[in-house]
Nanobody
Framework: QVQLQESGGGLVQAGGSLRLSCAAP????????MGWFRQAPGKERELVAC????????YVADSVKGRFTISRDNAKNTVYLQMNSLKPEDTAVYYC???????????????WGQGTQVTVSS
């Protein structure tokens, strides 16, 4: 069982930055691939970025490439999503997810956090 807790969301003006964190207490965090997803009102939950357990592999969606960065610190059992140059269309609930074999597909992730709201004002 993996429990995930996101933090760092909030209200920011367009062009601003936020850093989301997802903490996963326990000894097994370093064995899980991690993903960040987002869901805007009326839209499907979509993959934003994912990172392998070793951090050797990362993926960032085209819609946020060059603005968002995913990273992890296995010593702190935490994965991060640094979001720069935020746009109003980035407004959504952001979720972190974990699974040992998951990568780009939402259906592959077995563990999810509660989500954190990010609102970007124009």
């Amino acid at each position: 069982q993996v429990q995930l807790q996101e933090s760092g969301g909030g209200l920011v003006q367009a062009g601003g930055s936020l850093r989301l964190s997802c903490a996963a207490p326990g000894r097994t965090f370093s064995t899980y691939n991690m993903g960040w997803f987002r869901q805007a009102p009326g839209k499907e939950r979509e993959l934003v970025a994912c990172i392998s357990w070793s951090a050797r592999s990362t993926y960032v969606a085209d819609s946020v490439k060059g603005r968002f960065t995913i990273s992890r610190d296995n010593a702190k059992n935490t994965v991060y999503l640094q979001m720069n140059s935020l746009k109003p269309e980035d407004t959504a609930v952001y979720y972190c997810a974990a699974d040992r074999t998951a990568w780009g597909s939402r259906a592959e992730y077995g563990y999810w956090g509660q989500g954190t709201q990010v609102t970007v004002s124009s």
